[in-house]
Nanobody
Framework: QVQLVESGGGLVQAGGSLRLSCAASGRTLSNSVMGWFRQAHGKEREFVAAISYSGGTTYYADSVKGRFTISRDNAKNTVYLQMNSLKHEDTAVYYC???????????????????WGQGTQVTVSS
């Protein structure tokens, strides 16, 4: 069983930055694709970014490409999401997720990921 705990959310002005962290426990995730999704109020959960188990390959939603950077530290069992140039439309609850087993890095369906954190709220004021 994997436990994922997100942190780093908060309130920021448009144009600002935040760094989210996701700490995993229960099992090593060094062999797992990790990702971030977000869910705005009244909307479906949507893919944000994913990273391969080695950290060498990343994949982003078009809406965040060039502004967000996903990274991981397998020694710390932690995944990060650096968010720059934040926009009001980035406001959402952000969820960390981990795949169990082999998963293509370009997978964007939430149902394909096995473990989820509780989420952290990011609010961007305009």
């Amino acid at each position: 069983q994997v436990q994922l705990v997100e942190s780093g959310g908060g309130l920021v002005q448009a144009g600002g930055s935040l760094r989210l962290s996701c700490a995993a426990s229960g099992r090593t995730l060094s062999n797992s694709v990790m990702g971030w999704f977000r869910q705005a109020h009244g909307k479906e959960r949507e893919f944000v970014a994913a990273i391969s188990y080695s950290g060498g390959t990343t994949y982003y939603a078009d809406s965040v490409k060039g502004r967000f950077t996903i990274s991981r530290d397998n020694a710390k069992n932690t995944v990060y999401l650096q968010m720059n140039s934040l926009k009001h439309e980035d406001t959402a609850v952000y969820y960390c997720t981990a795949a169990h087993g082999i998963l293509p890095i370009s997978t964007t369906q939430a149902s394909r990921f096995a473990s989820w954190g509780q989420g952290t709220q990011v609010t961007v004021s305009s």
